[in-house]
């Protein structure tokens, strides 16, 4: 594998023309990959502005904190003015010690345009998105063939225990499963990541894609950790169910992807039911519909006084979100085709 490449690489400089068509080829695949975080960044395009809304946040100036960049020689009045701007900024995890870079690394203060600051630092503005409620929430994938079957029932009957172990603690619940949700994602990113580097070839977008879902998932969980908050013996858990099941899940790649993203598929299926009895709960008055942690209502662009009930209403789109590319993926697989040779949906959550 690796001596093609090199054989690839050496025949395309020795013809120039062959040479410069390739570099063309590379340059506007990865342009077009590119062009989501270009998007990101403010460049603006009808692609990202029809899920967040970049009119919005264009509007908003971009205020490089200090702007010193050679702070290493930066005065003690400086230095302590710096210090106190970044005690009063309160957000996310800011730790409030304002280091001051030598390497020119000033965290950029977003304003928000009711001219508060942005406070997460863990996520942007341009990262945040308007959660699409009307995803059909009952799509099931029939099990097709014995793969599909096995796939089905490794998570029927992962359910079972985890169905004995909180009951109708829904909000427990959810926070501890979305520690596993949050897994997949990242091992199949990292594999395809590894595997386009091994390969010399493009991935098609779906490390990108995967990686999203897996910190789409783990977004759910910083914002359920807001409103339950784990035990000793619940973290010793999470530890524990972390070790097998980032392995099981790595070598179950490894062997078939198909298997694993079917296996996702069911697992988000799932996922979707949990959420609706968590909402039967929220209505019946069983659970408080508090107010919705601030985290959710700047990570979902929710409406001031949203509550709960209005996360979990979010969440639940995520997940079915999630299912279709599982499924999805799997599918491809079951083409007998390569997820790269299918365009990965990006930003889809
Ligand atoms: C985007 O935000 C601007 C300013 O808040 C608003 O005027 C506009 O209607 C919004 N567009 C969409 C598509 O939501
Ligand atoms: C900071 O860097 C600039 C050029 O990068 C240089 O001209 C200036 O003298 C430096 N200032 C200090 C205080 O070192
Ligand atoms: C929301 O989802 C529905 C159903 O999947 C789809 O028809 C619609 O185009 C989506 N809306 C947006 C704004 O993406
Ligand atoms: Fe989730
Ligand atoms: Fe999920």
Not at 320 to 348: C, K, M, T
Request: aromatic letters at 10%; one cysteine or more.
């Amino acid at each position: 594998m690796m001596s093609l490449g090199v054989i690839t690489c050496r025949v395309a400089v020795a013809t120039g023309l062959r040479f410069f068509s390739t570099t063309a080829t590379t340059a506007s695949a990865l342009v077009s990959e590119a062009v989501l975080s270009n998007v990101a960044k403010g460049f603006g395009d009808q692609v990202g502005a029809s899920r967040a809304n970049l009119s919005y946040w264009l509007r908003v100036p971009l205020i490089h904190g200090g702007s010193v960049r050679n702070s290493s020689t930066i005065s003690v009045e400086q230095k302590e003015k710096q210090d106190v701007s970044a005690d009063s900024s309160v957000g996310g995890n800011n730790d409030g010690k304002g280091p001051v870079s030598y390497w020119g690394i000033e965290p950029a203060k977003i304003m928000k345009p009711d001219g508060t600051e942005w406070t997460w630092n863990c996520f942007r503005p341009w990262e945040t998105y308007q959660a699409n409620l009307s995803i059909d929430l009952n799509k099931h994938h029939a099990p097709a063939t014995n793969l599909d079957r096995m796939a089905y029932w490794t998570v029927k009957i992962l359910r079972w225990p985890t169905d004995i172990f909180f009951q109708r603690r829904y909000g427990c619940r959810a926070m501890m499963l979305e520690t596993v949700a949050a897994v997949p994602g990242m091992v199949a990113g990292l594999i395809l990541h590894l595997k386009s580097l091994r390969r010399f070839e493009h991935s098609g977008g779906w490390i990108k894609a995967l990686v999203e879902e897996a910190e789409n998932e783990r977004m759910h969980l910083m914002t359920f950790m807001e409103v339950s908050h784990p035990r000793w013996y619940e973290r010793a858990l999470v530890i524990a169910v972390q070790g097998v099941f980032f392995n099981a899940y790595f070598l179950g790649y490894l062997m078939s992807p198909k298997f694993a993203h079917r296996m996702v598929g069911y697992l988000e299926e799932e996922a979707i039911h949990s959420y609706t009895e968590f909402l039967k709960e929220l209505d019946k008055g069983n659970i408080e519909n508090v107010p919705a942690p601030a985290i959710a209502i700047d990570y979902w662009q929710l409406p001031a006084g949203s509550t709960l009930r209005d996360v979990v209403m979010v969440v639940r789109a995520d997940e079915a979100h999630h299912r279709d590319v599982n499924h999805f993926a799997s599918d491809i697989h079951y083409e007998g085709r390569e997820l790269r040779e299918a365009a990965a949906p990006i930003d889809y959550h």
